[in-house]
């Protein structure tokens, strides 16, 4: 866990959080996260299945049930999770039922995976504060589990600074979600 010096000159834990989401590719919704102040760690994963350690294929063929997701650790002093969650729901379609652009299957649903009660409740607020930003459109993201989170392969971490930027289909994907945030969301963004 990061640490701070603290006014005193002493050493201490900084606090953290952590929020799980789907928005579609992992790739993706893990380029917006770590550009987020106040978030100190993204990891890609699946969650929301029915099979132990799913591999990345196996989740792929859309049998398993999981979604690809993130798990954001952040400074709530920081940021709050219901800011955290408006860029999630402003950085992706939650419109699209089991979607996300040309990515289709349950595997890219959007959903929202909440970690106690006080959670749960900030997502049913989120959701609710986006329709009534989008008349007309209702969002199809879904509030589930507890479940059981599985980490993804480590290619799959930190994509979008490495292999990404190689990727004909995150060159065409991930840069219009990061301009939605940098638009939307300036004052939340890191330099750089």
Not at 63 to 90: C, I, K, N, Q
Not at 152 to 172: F, I, K, S, T, V
Request: glycine content about 10%; some cysteine.
């Amino acid at each position: 866990m990061p640490i701070s010096l603290s006014e005193q000159g002493e050493i201490s834990e900084m606090a953290s959080e952590q929020a799980i989401v789907a928005g579609g590719c992992f790739w993706c919704t893990e380029a917006v996260f770590r550009d987020v102040i106040g978030v100190s760690a993204v990891e890609s994963g699946y969650i929301g299945g029915t099979v132990a350690d799913p591999s990345y294929k196996q989740v792929c063929s859309g049998t398993t049930g999981h979604a690809e997701a993130v798990r954001v650790t952040y400074d709530p002093a920081v940021l709050s999770y219901g800011d955290l969650l408006d860029m999630f729901m402003g950085t992706h379609d939650p419109s699209q039922l089991n979607r996300q652009g040309n990515d289709v299957g349950t595997q890219y649903r959007s959903a929202i995976f909440p970690l106690d009660d006080g959670q749960r409740a900030e997502a049913t607020a989120a959701i609710a504060r986006w329709d009534a930003d989008h008349p007309g459109q209702r969002a199809v993201t879904t509030i589930e589990g507890p479940a059981d989170w599985y980490p993804a392969e480590d290619y799959h971490q930190e994509y979008w600074e490495g292999e990404g930027q190689r990727n004909p289909y995150c060159l065409a994907v991930i840069p219009p979600k990061l301009a939605k945030l940098r638009k939307s969301f300036a004052e939340r963004v890191k330099a750089g």
